[in-house]
C-alpha cells in the first residue's frame, strides 16, 4: 500500500500574513494613540488695544524682531549702569544696534527717528505717511519681554494710560513649534 504525503511549498505566504498583521497592528495602534499625542492650542483672548504680530505685514513684523532684540541689549546696557542710567539713542546708534542705526534696513523700515523718553522708553516716529503705523513705543522697563506698542499717528506721549490714547500693544504669540518641550 503506498502512502502519499501532502508537502505545502514553502513560499513564504504564511510570513507574509504575519507581517501583514504586524503592520495592521502598528498602524490601528498608531490612530488610536494619536489623540493623546497632540500638543494643545493656545488661544490667546486679546483686549481691544492689542494686536498679534502675525496680523502686521512682513516689514513690521521684522522691525519688531528688531526691537525684541535691542530690548535685551537695552536691558544689558541698563544693568551694566547698575540701573542708573538708560542708554541713549546715540549711544545705541554707536553700537550699530538695529533698528536704531541709520542704514540700508533703517531706509526701507520707514525711517523713523528715534529718541529716548524717560525711563526705559524709546518713540520711534515715522515721517512717511505710507506706513502702517506712524509710531512705535518701545518699553524696555519690563525685563521679562519687550512691551511695544503702535499708533496710526506720530505720538509723543509716554505714559500708563496708552490704550486710551490709541496706542495699540504688540502681542507676541508663540507657535506650537515654540512651546513644545522634549
Not at 5 to 17: A, C, F, I, L, T
Not at 149 to 159: E, I, K, N, P
Request: charged share 20%; no cysteine.
Amino acid at each position: 500500500m503506498a502512502f502519499t504525503q501532502k508537502v505545502r511549498s514553502d513560499n513564504g505566504s504564511q510570513e507574509g500574513r504575519y507581517l501583514l498583521l504586524g503592520i495592521a497592528l502598528l498602524l490601528i495602534g498608531g490612530v488610536i494613540a494619536l489623540p493623546f499625542n497632540q500638543r494643545p492650542v493656545n488661544h490667546v483672548e486679546l483686549s481691544d488695544y492689542q494686536i498679534r504680530v502675525d496680523q502686521l505685514n512682513p516689514e513690521k513684523q521684522m522691525l519688531l524682531s528688531q526691537l525684541k532684540l535691542a530690548h535685551e541689549e537695552v536691558i544689558d546696557l541698563y544693568e551694566e549702569t547698575d540701573g542708573e542710567f538708560w542708554p541713549d539713542v546715540p549711544e545705541l546708534e554707536s553700537l550699530f544696534l538695529a533698528p536704531f542705526v541709520k542704514d540700508l534696513n533703517w531706509q526701507s523700515k520707514g525711517e523713523l527717528a528715534w529718541r529716548s523718553l524717560d525711563n526705559g522708553f524709546y518713540l520711534g516716529t515715522s515721517p512717511l505717511s505710507s506706513q502702517q503705523f506712524a509710531a512705535v513705543l518701545l518699553d524696555s522697563r519690563a525685563e521679562n519681554e519687550a512691551q511695544i506698542w503702535l499708533h496710526t499717528l506720530a505720538q509723543t506721549t509716554a505714559d500708563d494710560d496708552l490704550p486710551q490714547q490709541g496706542w495699540q500693544q504688540v502681542v507676541f504669540v508663540k507657535s506650537p513649534r515654540q512651546v513644545h518641550l522634549h
